[in-house]
C-alpha cells in the first residue's frame, strides 16, 4: 500500500501538444514534503483554422521613406571629438521624433573645412532590431540655418590634449556599441549563451569599424590642434538631402 495517489492529467497522444500534469498526492497523515510532482507543458498548438498571411503582412510594414528636405531630431548617445587632424569617427544617436522615433541612428562625424563640426546619417536600426534602412542626412543646426551640430564647443589643444580627446571620444562610442551587442545575447540561468545570429549586423560592422579602422594617430611633436566636441545627450536636427531608395 502506498502512501498517496497518483494523478495522471492530460490530452490525447494524438494531439500537436500535449500538457501532462504527474505527481502524488498525500494521503491522511502523510508529510506534506513526501510529495512530488513534474509539470511539462509545452507549448500550444497552432489552431488549424487560422487564415493564411497575405504577402504585404508576411513582409511585415513597409520601410519608413523620406523626401529630400524632412526633418527629424535625434540625440546622441556618446560624446564625439573632431579634427582635422584625425579621420571622421563614428557618431551614434537615438531619433526622438519622425517616422523613425526609437530608431538608433549611425554616421560619421568630422570637422568642416570652414571649422564646424559636421555629421553625416547613414543608416537607422529599427527598436526591435529586424530592419535597416539607409539614410542621406546630415547633422541641421536650425538656429542658424546650416548644417553642424548645435552647441558644439571649439578648443585649441596641444597634440597629446588632443590624441586624449580623440581616444576618450572612441571609448566611448566603443562602450556604446558594445552594450547594444550584449543586450543582444541570450541569459540562460545566469549563463551567457551567445548566439551571434541575434546580433544585428549594424552594431557588428561599427565594433569592427572600431577595433580596426579608428586607430588615434602618433602624437604630434609641436604645435596645436582645433578640436570639436559635443557632449553625450546633445540634440540636433537631421536633414534629409536625398529621398530614400
Request: glycine content about 10%; hydrophobic content about 45%; charged content about 5%.
Amino acid at each position: 500500500m502506498t502512501n498517496g495517489v497518483q494523478i495522471l492529467v492530460g490530452v490525447s497522444p494524438e494531439s500537436a501538444g500535449t500538457t501532462i500534469v504527474a505527481g502524488t498526492v498525500p494521503s491522511e497523515g502523510a508529510a506534506a514534503s513526501q510529495a512530488r510532482a513534474t509539470v511539462i507543458a509545452p507549448a500550444a498548438p497552432q489552431q488549424s483554422g487560422s487564415p493564411a498571411q497575405s504577402p504585404q503582412e508576411a513582409a511585415g510594414p513597409p520601410s519608413p521613406r523620406f523626401q529630400i528636405g524632412d526633418q527629424f531630431t535625434v540625440k546622441l548617445v556618446a560624446p564625439l571629438a573632431v579634427s582635422p587632424a584625425w579621420q571622421a569617427v563614428p557618431a551614434v544617436a537615438q531619433a526622438l521624433d519622425g517616422p523613425i522615433v526609437g530608431w538608433q541612428v549611425i554616421g560619421s562625424a568630422a570637422q568642416g573645412q570652414d571649422g564646424s563640426f559636421q555629421i553625416t546619417w547613414t543608416q537607422a536600426l529599427s527598436p526591435d532590431r529586424n530592419a535597416t534602412i539607409a539614410l542621406h542626412g546630415v547633422a541641421y543646426d536650425s538656429k542658424v540655418g546650416k548644417p553642424g551640430v548645435p552647441g558644439a564647443s571649439s578648443t585649441v589643444m596641444a597634440p597629446a590634449a588632443a590624441r586624449t580627446a580623440l581616444a576618450g571620444s572612441l571609448g566611448a562610442v566603443s562602450q556604446y556599441v558594445q552594450d547594444q551587442i550584449n543586450s543582444s545575447l541570450t541569459q540562460v540561468s545566469g549563463i551567457t549563451a551567445t548566439i551571434t545570429s541575434q546580433v544585428p549586423p549594424f552594431w557588428q560592422i561599427l565594433a569592427q569599424q572600431l577595433a580596426t579602422g579608428f586607430q588615434p594617430a602618433p602624437v604630434q611633436t609641436g604645435g596645436t590642434i582645433l578640436v570639436n566636441r559635443a557632449e553625450a545627450g546633445t540634440l540636433m536636427v537631421v536633414f534629409i538631402t536625398a529621398a530614400s531608395q
